[in-house]
């Protein structure tokens, strides 16, 4: 958080579904200063909110719901003000009226309970009611009460409004998207639709009776709720009488006037054992028959059926909290949910944005299920329930396996990125937009040498933060890979003099590019800063240095960051013994902070390479090299420039220009830079104790073995057990004869479960 406290960063929040609670809860982020996008297949309201009967009620509910629901309906004249929407807004009173014995004594009782908790409930003679509403037909016995505070509400109105003076007023915006999956790698949740996938600080699913499907879909926990078709009829007009002033409740059967001047009526659900069309069909007919007891001719009168899905959970109560399965997903699903709506929006809003738990929701936890959801502010450690997995029949795109591994091995040894779960979709995204593209034919035909002008331009922008400000794009040349960049930039400056600076320690592949051009690699000392600078000084004393090879951000295997005066330091020995630099950045974009790249210190000796290998996805097979002049990139790709295998991949070469525009890139970087905290995280709480060089944002750690052991015997104990390791002598240019060091890569496994059921392994062999 950069020492910023919550409130002052802006939260990026996605709300699927804009129904009267998706549509509330966005309202309220809104207005908190957050910055929110409302997904929705349809338009707001358009779901059950505008099949609901709609009533604003709280007669009958249990004692310890109803404080709630009597806020909850007060909170309704709050909002209609705020919003300028008094007339979507009817607080007409409802009629309780009992005539079976059973209904009438409960009508008495809830009267009763409804005015201890300080709500109002008037008895009723039959005469009264008559007078009230002359249209229903009360000659039978009565119970009758009048509730004056309950009414209803045009809740697709309101829904639209609240969208309406949301994304007027605030940042607030509403995308006519269909989600697909929701998940969250690391502390990062995401939003992955049609069209591609956000990532945000806070998912609220409130997207009704598609709550299970979507939490099925992305691989969490469902719910006990029960999508239950629930049938009204709506009356366009009734033109023998002046229509109905009140919400009326007569026995099993309840009507009110209709958004549209009609009637709308419904009736108690039916009891359980129905088959779902049975139910919608039964229920339609019962409200017909019903409904000819209360009002003359009712049943005559033209109708049209309607047909909702309520969401009823286990214990019909709200489910509201965040999900312990996946960080930063909040659930809100409810039936009841017109009453409550605008007050729940307020409070989630205030949970989400404010990490505060309000006491009215506690009642309504994820949590009472059992499963693995709960309301508490989301910790590091929860995320790692949450597999970075594969999903669906190509799943094998998104994990990076060892070949040989045997079945439940863990191995710690590629150096390579976690994957998002939803990197997948967007790769075949990608690939059917570029295969959309007019000139499909001509991208495939040309050759792209050194890359297109608009490919480099898109690779400065890239690289941009870490020189301080884009490259010319004459000095560029894009190439298959980090690798490939080291490569033309060792044989660029390696014509003449045939040896490389490297430190002791250090990345071994650079060492295997340096052989194939034979050129000797001359290990130089170094501290947990980096080369040392003296040292390296007395290494170019004999005139035979060409260049040092330096990887200052993340030094693969140590993870040091060397620090702003080491880089001013050895930029400055260089500088004096007219040695280049060649600087090797393949894991600087992935920190959120790094210091400046060396080769901003020295640009007119620095050849400066890096790709999205280790922050985006090794397979995209693209690095960028830039070198000291436009001269000097000319030179160095001359001499691979009619070998075409050198030439950077045409279809690669679009994705990465496609996915550095759109934000892509930056977001599957985002999202795995997340996912290594978390298995930093992880590793600093299973390794307890344990003696290990790492940074928070590095993929891997450099672990001390104990005194008495050797690399072969860890190393082969590991593997007994399952867990794959590196041997630290790899990294040595000359390795000693008593190696106490291991690379252990956390970015490799599939899962964070997955790390730390490795690291425990190693946390065990270790004591
Ligand atoms: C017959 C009946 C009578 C009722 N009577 C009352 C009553 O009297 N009083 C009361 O308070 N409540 C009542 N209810 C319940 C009330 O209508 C609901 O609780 C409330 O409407 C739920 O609102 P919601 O926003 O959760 O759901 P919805 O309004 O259904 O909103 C969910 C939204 O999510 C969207 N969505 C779903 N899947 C996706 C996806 N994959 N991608 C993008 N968007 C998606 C949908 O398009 C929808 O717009 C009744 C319900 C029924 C069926």
Known sequence: MRGLSRKELTMKI????AGIIGTSIAYHLGKAGAQVTIFDIGGPGDGVSSKSFACLNAFGQPAADLPFRLEAIRYHSTIARELGSERYLHITGTLRLGTVEGEAAKITANAKMMREFGGDANSLTGSTIN??????????????VSVPEEGWVDAKGLSRRLVHVATRNFDVRFRRLRVLRIGNDGLKPWVNYDLGTDLFDCVVLAAGSDTNPILQASNLTPFPIKADPGALREVPCHNESRGLGHVVYADSFHVRPSDRGGLLAGI??????????????????????????WIDRFAEMPGTPVLGIRSVTADELPILGRLEDANHIYIAVMHGG?????????????????????????????????????????????SEDRRVAPMGPNASVEVQRDISLLKGEISLIRSTPPAPVWLGDTIRQSLAHVAE??????????HRFRGTEPDREAGAGWIAGRLGTAPAIDRMITTNGTQNALFLATLATTREKKVIAVEEIGYYAFRN???????TPRAVAMDHDGMLPDAFDKACNDGNVAAVYLQPTVHNPTAYVMSVERRQELAAVA??????ILEDDVYGLLPENSPIAISALAPELAWYATGPAKCVAPGLRIGYLVAPTAQAAAAAFAPVSTVTTWHVSPLVAEIAQQWIRDGTMGAIRDAIRAEVRTRQAIAAA????ADYLSHSESIFIWLRLPSDTTEEKFVASARSRGVILRPGSMFWVSPPKQIDRIRVVLGSPDSAREVRSALEVIGSILH
Do not use: M, W
């Not at 693995?372 to 450690?381: E, F, M």
């Not at 299973?686 to 104790?689: M, N, P």
């Open 14 to 17: 996605g709300v699927v579904g």
């Open 131 to 144: 007078e009230l509403e002359p249209l229903v037909q009360a000659h039978r016995p009565i119970e009758g």
């Open 268 to 293: 108690s659900p039916l009891v359980d054992d129905l088959q779902s069309s049975d139910r919608f069909e039964k229920e339609s007919k019962a409200i017909l028959d019903t409904g000819a007891e």
């Open 338 to 382: 017109i009453t409550l709506g605008p007050l729940v929006g307020r409070l989630v809003a205030n949970e989400v944005v404010n990490e505060q738990a309000s006491d009215l929701l506690a009642r309504y936890r994820p949590s009472r299920f059992g499963n693995n959801a709960t309301c508490a502010p989301a910790t590091v450690s929860s």
């Open 437 to 446: 593209q007019a000139n499909i034919g001509e991208i495939f035909r040309a």
């Open 513 to 519: 590019i340096a052989a194939l051009l034979g050129v």
């Open 575 to 580: 500088r004096r013994n007219n040695v280049q």
């Open 686 to 689: 299973t390794l307890k104790g």
